[in-house]
């Protein structure tokens, strides 16, 4: 969940000083003025906006830009590169994998994967068809959608919810799959229908005065489309076994309304609440091309070759003057030597470099507990989905150990297309990361046939699957922080470790998502900087 970090008793000066930092006097004024020239606690409590670091800071206090060495080239990392690149840092950046993005990576035709078991696994999809392994949706409030408007990638809808995506619960008995559509129409209609009785019964009237019971009868009636008689009897919400088209054509409605229990009792009314999520709720978005459009426009806006792939870190040593890094590229020991250092390795492989930032810094990242995560690309000669079932993009849910699968939000009508035909989380992820790529496939697949039907086989193409808990250098999907990240046990990696600054998803509270790691570098950034100047 985002929140606003909490106000740590920044003080008056320390505020205005900081908007003079960062915003130059200009901005300082402006805000003295806005707050009446004397800013209140309130005010200075209140999240500051980011400004990015400019070379014109510089100007004003006679310093020069430092050298950063960054460590990791996933979102947190290449953003802060890209921030400090603005105001004319001399940043390099330090990637062990052979592409900079971290655990944003999609998959296309011709990518090659090893995993931490062995597993060598080589895409074969067809041109234009790819799988977002990692990141694959973005809310409308997350800052991940300003550096697509800054670095110019161009975003299309992803469908998170779709009335016609499936629900398929098998522990329930469900011999069938339900629509999202039919599903709602019944779990609103009988909680509505029951409700409403309650209230008739005089059940509210603490609650609520007569007035306000009508109010809610009245909503709950067109809520739950409930008849006259204030009762749940389908309706055509559920959907139809013939559509409506013209004259003479009414449309045959579904039938067989199953009881209130029968409804209880299937589940699927546990899907819902999924999209009231702040951050899950419609409209959501994707790159157009695939994720990866992000940190490649963000590798371009530092400077590709200031990203250093290939380079796995070693050792950080900080020496109070400066800091050295050193790595290992192509088989050969170097190292760097630079003023400052952020660690934006994801915590649990940060923890296994050596370093000399003392036990505090190393309890800290140690107390972060890496998650499991998995998906496999089903990639199909054909969008039967699309003909067949009329699903255009959208998340099936099941309770089965394929958890989600997701329909294409883009490409429709066209030739081919991806499904993802798992999204797991946790044992589920293990269980399925514990086979070879073969069996994974054909789990998954056997598990689609249940709710898709032969087609979910017969139509298969190729297949690729990725599991974070087992990729090198990563070695998890997201982590769990027990008492969230501003636990004081974090205060190492909150604050400047000497020379080394920490930046990551897992230091935000939106862990798991590129927004943490965007802001989490920001904040770095942005306390190097105001060091810097005050140097
Ligand atoms: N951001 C990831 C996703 O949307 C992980 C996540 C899942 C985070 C659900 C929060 C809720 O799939």
Same mark, same amino acid.
């Given at each position: 969940?985002?929140?606003?970090?909490?106000?740590?008793?920044?003080?008056?000066?320390?505020?205005?000083?900081?908007?003079?930092?960062?915003?130059?006097?200009?901005?300082?004024?402006?805000?003295?003025?806005?707050?009446?020239?004397?800013?209140?606690?309130?005010?200075?409590?209140?999240?500051?906006?980011?400004?990015?670091?400019?070379?014109?800071?510089?100007?004003?206090?006679?310093?020069?830009?430092?050298?950063?060495?960054?460590?990791?080239?996933?979102?947190? $990392?290449?953003?802060? %590169?890209?921030?400090?690149?603005?105001?004319?840092?001399?940043?390099?950046?330090?990637?062990?994998?052979?592409?900079?993005?971290?655990?944003?990576?999609?998959?296309?035709? $011709?990518?090659?994967?090893?995993?931490?078991?062995?597993?060598?696994?080589?895409?074969?999809?067809?041109?234009?068809?790819?799988?977002?392994?990692?990141?694959?949706?973005?809310?409308?409030?997350?800052?991940?959608?300003?550096?697509?408007?800054?670095?110019?990638?161009?975003?299309?809808?992803?469908?998170?919810?779709?009335?016609?995506?499936?629900?398929?619960?098998?522990?329930?008995?469900?011999?069938?799959?339900?629509?999202?559509?039919?599903?709602?129409?019944?779990?609103?209609?009988?909680?509505?229908?029951?409700?409403?009785?309650?209230?008739?019964?005089?059940?509210?009237?603490?609650?609520?005065?007569?007035?306000?019971?009508?109010?809610?009868?009245?909503?709950?009636?067109?809520?739950?489309?409930?008849?006259?008689?204030?009762?749940?009897?389908?309706?055509?919400?559920?959907?139809?076994?013939?559509?409506?088209?013209?004259?003479?054509?009414?449309?045959?409605?579904?039938?067989?309304?199953?009881?209130?229990?029968?409804?209880?009792?299937?589940?699927?009314?546990?899907?819902?609440?999924?999209?009231?999520?702040?951050?899950?709720?419609?409209?959501?978005?994707?790159?157009?091309?695939?994720?990866?459009?992000?940190?490649?426009?963000?590798?371009?806006?530092?400077?590709?070759?200031?990203?250093?792939?290939?380079?796995?870190?070693?050792?950080?040593?900080?020496? $109070?003057?400066?800091?050295?890094?050193?790595?290992?590229?192509?088989?050969?020991?170097?190292?760097?030597?630079?003023?400052?250092?952020?660690?934006?390795?994801?915590?649990?492989?940060? %923890?296994?470099?050596?370093?000399?930032?003392?036990?505090?810094?190393?309890?800290?990242?140690?107390?972060?507990?890496?998650?499991?995560?998995?998906?496999?690309?089903?990639?199909?000669?054909?969008?039967?989905?699309?003909?067949?079932?009329?699903?255009? $993009? @959208?998340?099936?849910?099941?309770?089965?150990?394929?958890?989600?699968?997701?329909?294409?939000?883009?490409?429709?009508?066209?030739?081919?297309?991806?499904?993802?035909?798992?999204?797991?989380?946790?044992?589920?992820?293990?269980?399925?990361?514990?086979?070879?790529?073969?069996?994974?496939?054909?789990?998954?697949?056997?598990?689609?046939?249940?709710?898709? @039907?032969?087609?979910?086989?017969?139509?298969?193409?190729?297949?690729?699957?990725?599991?974070?808990?087992?990729?090198?250098?990563?070695?998890?999907?997201?982590?769990?922080?027990? @008492?969230?990240?501003?636990?004081?046990?974090?205060?190492?990696?909150?604050?400047?470790?000497?020379?080394?600054?920490?930046?990551?998803?897992?230091?935000?509270?939106?862990?798991?998502?590129?927004?943490?790691?965007?802001?989490?570098?920001?904040?770095?950034?942005?306390?190097?900087?105001?060091?810097?100047?005050?140097?």
């Amino acid at each position: 969940m985002a929140q606003t970090q909490p106000g740590t008793g920044t003080s008056r000066r320390a505020f205005l000083r900081d908007v003079g930092i960062t915003g130059g006097a200009g901005a300082m004024l402006a805000t003295m003025g806005a707050l009446g020239m004397a800013p209140t606690a309130q005010a200075a409590q209140r999240e500051k906006p980011f400004r990015a670091p400019s070379a014109g800071d510089f100007t004003l206090h006679g310093r020069a830009a430092a050298k950063v060495v960054v460590v990791g080239g996933g979102i947190a $990392g290449l953003a802060s %590169a890209y921030e400090l690149g603005k105001a004319g840092y001399d940043c390099t950046v330090l990637e062990a994998r052979d592409r900079a993005g971290g655990r944003n990576f999609t998959v296309r035709g $011709g990518d090659s994967t090893v995993d931490l078991y062995g597993n060598r696994q080589t895409a074969r999809f067809a041109e234009g068809q790819y799988m977002n392994a990692g990141p694959g949706r973005i809310p409308q409030w997350m800052v991940t959608l300003d550096y697509c408007r800054e670095l110019g990638v161009p975003l299309e809808v992803f469908t998170n919810t779709n009335a016609d995506a499936y629900i398929f619960n098998e522990s329930a008995g469900m011999s069938e799959p339900m629509r999202y559509r039919t599903a709602k129409a019944d779990v609103y209609g009988y909680v509505s229908e029951l409700l409403a009785k309650a209230t008739d019964k005089g059940a509210l009237d603490k609650e609520l005065t007569t007035a306000d019971q009508d109010r809610l009868t009245e909503f709950l009636k067109d809520f739950g489309e409930l008849g006259d008689k204030m009762t749940y009897e389908g309706g055509d919400r559920r959907g139809y076994r013939t559509v409506p088209a013209a004259t003479g054509t009414p449309g045959v409605p579904l039938g067989d309304v199953p009881s209130a229990s029968e409804v209880f009792a299937s589940g699927v009314g546990r899907y819902f609440s999924f999209e009231f999520g702040f951050d899950q709720a419609m409209l959501m978005f994707q790159p157009v091309g695939g994720m990866d459009r992000i940190p490649q426009a963000l590798t371009r806006a530092i400077g590709a070759h200031k990203v250093r792939t290939g380079a796995a870190v070693t050792r950080i040593t900080d020496k $109070g003057h400066g800091v050295t890094v050193t790595y290992t590229q192509g088989g050969r020991t170097r190292s760097i030597d630079a003023d400052f250092c952020i660690g934006a390795l994801p915590p649990n492989i940060l %923890a296994k470099v050596p370093h000399n930032l003392g036990p505090g810094v190393q309890r800290a990242l140690e107390a972060i507990t890496p998650q499991s995560a998995g998906k496999i690309g089903l990639e199909y000669r054909s969008r039967w989905w699309e003909l067949d079932h009329r699903i255009y $993009g @959208g998340i099936t849910e099941t309770d089965m150990d394929v958890s989600h699968i997701w329909h294409p939000s883009h490409g429709f009508h066209g030739e081919r297309g991806l499904l993802v035909g798992y999204y797991n989380y946790d044992k589920d992820a293990d269980t399925y990361a514990a086979l070879t790529p073969k069996e994974r496939e054909k789990r998954a697949v056997a598990a689609g046939v249940k709710i898709y @039907g032969e087609k979910y086989r017969s139509e298969l193409a190729s297949s690729f699957s990725h599991h974070w808990r087992q990729t090198p250098y990563l070695e998890a999907a997201w982590h769990d922080t027990p @008492g969230g990240p501003d636990d004081p046990r974090y205060g190492p990696l909150n604050e400047p470790t000497g020379r080394v600054y920490f930046a990551g998803d897992w230091l935000s509270y939106t862990d798991a998502w590129q927004h943490g790691a965007f802001t989490s570098a920001r904040r770095a950034i942005s306390k190097l900087h105001a060091r810097v100047l005050a140097a």
